[in-house]
Every structure is written in C-alpha cells, then in structure tokens.
C-alpha cells in the first residue's frame, strides 16, 4: 500500500495563520466580554452619584460580559484541539479542509444566539424619557428631601445634648475654631447681660463665628444669607440643668436662601463642629 505524502510547508504555514486567527478571536471575545461585564459597574456608579439619572438596570451586563468571556475560553481551548487534529491529518497526508469548519460555525451560531438575546433584553427594557437639559441650579430629588426634611424641623434649627456646662462647651468650641483658622467675631452673653438688667437667666451664650473665604462665594450666590452670616452657635441650659447645643441646619439655610448645592458644604461644617463641642 502506498503511503500518502504529508502536507507541504506552505498547508502547515496556512494551518498555523488560521490557529493564530482563532486566537486572537478568542482574545478578542475575552477582552470584549471583560469590558461589558465592567461597563455596568461603570453605570452603577453613575447612578450612585446622579439618583435622578434615566439609566436602566445594568445587572444584566455582567451576565453578557461572562458569557462572552466563557465564549472565548472556548474558541481558544477549541482552535487549539483543532489545529493539533489538523496538523496530525496533515502528516497522514490529508487535506485537512474537506468539511466546513465546525468552530466558526459554532462560534456563528453563539455570537447569534447571544445578540438575539441581547436585542430582545434592549426591546424588553422600557425606553426613557426624553431627558431634559440638566440645569445647574435645579436640585436632585435626594438633596430635595434633605431641604424638606430640614424645612420641617422647628424653625430649620437642629438642637442636640451636650455633656459640658455652658461656659466649657463655649471655651471647646473656641479652642477648635482657633486650632482651623476660623475667626470668632463675637461672644454674647444673653444670661450675664440679663444678670446686669437685674434678672435671672438659665446660663445662655451666642458664638458667632466665620470664615470670608468660605462666607463670601454664599454671599455672591445669594445675597440675602448675609442676614444668616457670620454662623452661630446657641449654648443653653434649659430649666432641667441639662445643656443644649443649637445652630441653623445647613440644609434649611440652603432652602431658605436657594443657595447651590456645591456651596452648602461652606457652611455644613457647623454640624460638625457642634458634634465636637457636644462631647
């Protein structure tokens, strides 16, 4: 029996570039894959920072992205088994090329089957609305809560517990505005004046307090909160000898004044000092 010659270099040469194609099919549908299962952490942390932004679920990315990956997983595990019957069918001196490739008609049928399911999940998916442009100045629903929960409070003036007396609460609250560079304009204080009137008061002191750097740009956005600034702190003790620390919340200040949301955080600092001081 005669033995068939093996393949010639240039079908050896032609079996490796079509190996190496493979390859880089399946690199490609990995790489691509990677990016859509990672573009929907992307849009999740967009919706993160903008509540109010008109994007859909993006759960169903990750699931595309796997499959992808996996797809090309097998595309490279498969050309590799392939490529080595070929090479071996070559040697035996076949042609190697007498059927279609089932690889690339796999991989057809998948990529098919996948953008099906893909088209019918985008048709599923009610479209937004269309979007408006965005203005600066409008607030999001989240910061709209704040400013309604702010403006349903007494008066917008937060008060909580303190655990000093009124006279070393005022001495904290000093110390810390010193030690931040912020300037104290004035300390007024209601139950000592009272004293000198010839009345009786609950130990009562005022701490006004600021910073032009930080008070000024509320003061160009908005005028009208001049009548809000420099900030002050209220120090009290009530009938019960219990102490109290009360101030403006930020949050009504910026209803009140309809002040920019990137400029409240100039004058929320007060929450933070009062919580010190509260110690």
């Not at 859909?56 to 090309?72: C, D, E, K």
């Not at 750097?213 to 009208?224: C, F």
């Amino acid at each position: 029996m005669t033995e068939r010659p093996s393949g010639s270099a240039a079908d050896y040469l032609a079996a490796e570039r079509t190996f190496l194609a493979w390859i880089r099919t399946g690199l490609a549908l990995m790489g691509f894959g990677f990016v859509v299962a990672r573009f929907g952490l992307f849009l999740e942390a967009m919706l993160s920072a903008k509540p109010d932004l008109p994007l859909r679920p993006v759960g169903i990315s990750l699931g595309f992205g796997t499959a992808l990956i996996v797809l090309g997983i097998v595309v490279t595990i498969w050309s590799a088994w392939d490529h080595i019957r070929l090479v071996r069918e070559l040697k035996r001196g076949g042609s190697g090329f007498a059927r279609a490739s089932s690889l690339a008609l796999a991989v057809a049928a998948a990529l098919t089957a996948l953008g099906i399911a893909i088209a019918i999940y985008l048709v599923s998916v009610p479209q937004p609305g269309h979007t408006r442009l965005e203005n600066p100045h409008e607030k999001t629903p989240q910061e709209k809560t704040l400013q309604e929960k702010a403006m349903n409070t007494e008066n917008g003036i937060v008060t909580i517990p303190c655990h000093q007396t009124v006279d070393r609460t005022v001495e904290r609250l000093e110390e810390i505005l010193h030690s931040t560079g912020v300037k104290v304009f004035a300390l007024i204080d209601h139950s000592g004046e009272a004293e000198k009137a010839g009345m009786q008061m609950r130990p009562t002191k005022v701490l006004i307090f600021g910073n032009p750097k930080a008070g000024t740009p509320l003061m160009i956005a908005s005028p009208g909160i001049a009548i809000d600034l420099p900030l002050r702190i209220l120090v009290a003790e009530d009938a019960e000898g219990k102490v109290w620390i009360s101030y403006n919340d930020p949050y009504w200040l910026q209803a009140r004044h309809g002040l920019p949301a990137d400029l409240v955080r100039n004058i929320a600092v007060i929450e933070t000092l009062a919580r010190r001081a509260a110690e």
